[in-house]
C-alpha cells in the first residue's frame, strides 16, 4: 500500500484547509485510514480516523473543527480542517491500516504517508 498525501500550506487562524491522502497498491485490503500530526519538538499525535464502514474518531482537541471521510471508490480519505488555530501547526501524516487474510490466518500492516505541512499563522 503505497500513500500520497496532499492540501497542506500556509492559512491564518480561523481559515480552512482540506487534505487529501490517496491510496494506491494493495488498497482494497485498508479496513481503517487515519491522520496523525507532528508539530516542532514533539511526538506524533493521532488526530482523526475512520473505519471502511464510515465510523470516526477524533483527538478532543479537534472535535467540532475538523472532519475525516473517505471515498473508498477512490481509495482516498480527507481531513477538513475548519476554524484552524496556531497550535494545529504541524505535519500531517496520512495513515492506512490494511488486513490481509490467508487460509490460516489474518496478517495487518501499517503504512504511512510522506506528510504534509500545515501552517497556522496567528
Known amino acids: 500500500v503505497q500513500l500520497q498525501a496532499s492540501g497542506g500550506g500556509l492559512v491564518q487562524a480561523g481559515g480552512s484547509l482540506r487534505l487529501s491522502c490517496a491510496a494506491s497498491?494493495?488498497?482494497?485490503?485498508?479496513?481503517?485510514m487515519a491522520w496523525y500530526r507532528q508539530a516542532p519538538g514533539k511526538q506524533r499525535e493521532f488526530v482523526a480516523a475512520?473505519?471502511?464502514?464510515?465510523?470516526?474518531n477524533y483527538i478532543d482537541s479537534v472535535k467540532g473543527r475538523f472532519s475525516i471521510s473517505r471515498d473508498n471508490a477512490k481509495n482516498t480519505v480527507y481531513l477538513q480542517m475548519n476554524s484552524l488555530k496556531p497550535e494545529d501547526t504541524a505535519v500531517y501524516y496520512c495513515?492506512?491500516?490494511?488486513?490481509?487474510?490467508?487460509?490460516?490466518?489474518?496478517?495487518?500492516?501499517?503504512?504511512w504517508g510522506q506528510g504534509t505541512l500545515v501552517t497556522v499563522s496567528s
Open positions: 495513515n492506512a491500516v490494511a488486513v490481509f487474510p490467508t487460509t490460516t490466518t489474518v496478517r495487518t500492516g501499517q503504512y
Open positions: 497498491g494493495s488498497s482494497s485490503n485498508i479496513n481503517t
Open positions: 475512520i473505519a471502511k464502514g464510515g465510523t470516526t
